[in-house]
């Protein structure tokens, strides 16, 4: 299965959900905002939210700015 | 004299002086930075992770009592803005954002007109929408109607440090537009800040000159110095600039007769 997360193309290669994403990805999950395919998931529901080839996923936080 | 508080949006701040997070050295430099500047707004910005090097969050670097407030760095349109303002709020850290519009990549100036169709979408899904803007009457208007609770005019090229260029107009602004005007971009000394309180605004964000300051803890120390003197002098009716000298002591009652030799 091919995801693309922030822009770049990625093979996994069992279905998992985005809980699982995340902490595969993310040094910790708080305040990681997801949004699959244009809309924001929330937290409590990215363990039932499944990925499927093709998807495009942004993973997005918090950095220093003006 | 006491100072009323700054209020934003109903909610009321003793500090005048908001700080950016970006380009500090480190981390230590940042939180020395907002708890000697004694800000309670500060800003922040949205990214993608860097999904191979693992960064520290941001957030575990500024005290839980301050005011989050996330600019939309990065957004060419009012659509972007928009995107980027909705992910923040998802995030569960407020719904304060500082709307910047930017599609000029050689001067960095804000897109006033973009800003406005973002404010108006923003301001009607609930968020608290502070727009970034070149200082502009018209502009501001539109502003006011799109229910932005505050008005940030920039004082001179975003990072440049080089004060209050704009300031006449940034005195429109004051004068005619019924909001808080909080001061933004190019303000890079203290004494610049103060004059930017001096003229009537409501408070001033500094970034690119605390954090690449050698020691940012001391000048954000500094600004809040002097923002809360200029904003003194402000309070206090500041007396006309003359052109000619007067004198400050009185001319009678002199210890001798005769009119001072020239």
Sequence with gaps: MNIIINGTSRQLNSTRNLSDIVSAYCKQSRHVIAELNGCIIPPEQWGQTSLKDGDTLELVTFVGGG | MTDTPLVIAGKSFSSRFLLGTGKF????????????????IVTVALRRIDLERHEENILEYIPA???????????????????????????????????????????????????IKAAEIL??????????????????RALVKAGAAAVMPLGSFIGSN???????????????IDLPIIVDAGIGTPSQAAQAMEIGAEAVLANTAVATAQNPAVLARAFALA???????????????????????????????????N
């Excluded at chain 2, 850290?93 to 960095?108: A, F, R």
């Excluded at chain 2, 609930?126 to 018209?138: A, E, K, N, Q, T």
């Excluded at chain 2, 704009?166 to 602004?173: A, P, S, W, Y």
């Design chain 2, 25 to 40: 050295k480190n981390k230590k430099d940042l939180t020395d930075s907002i708890v000697s500047s004694k800000s309670e």
């Design chain 2, 162 to 176: 080089q004060g209050l260029k704009t300031k006449e107009f940034i005195r429109v602004l004051i004068n005619e």
């Design chain 2, 123 to 140: 301001s009607a899904e609930g968020f608290v929408v502070l727009p970034y803007i070149s200082p502009d009457l018209y502009a501001a």
């Design chain 2, 227 to 261: 923002i809360e003197a200029g904003r003194l002098g402000f309070l206090s009716g500041l007396p006309l600039q003359l052109s000619l000298s007067q004198a400050s002591s009185p001319l009678t009652g002199f210890l001798y007769n005769d009119i001072p030799a």
């Design chain 2, 65 to 115: 009592h301050v005011t989050l407030l996330t600019n939309t760095s990065g957004a060419r349109n009012a659509r972007e803005a928009v995107r980027i303002a909705r992910l923040a709020k998802a995030s569960g850290c407020g719904n304060w954002v500082k709307i910047e519009v930017i599609n000029d990549s050689k001067y960095l100036l804000p897109d006033n007109q973009e800003t």
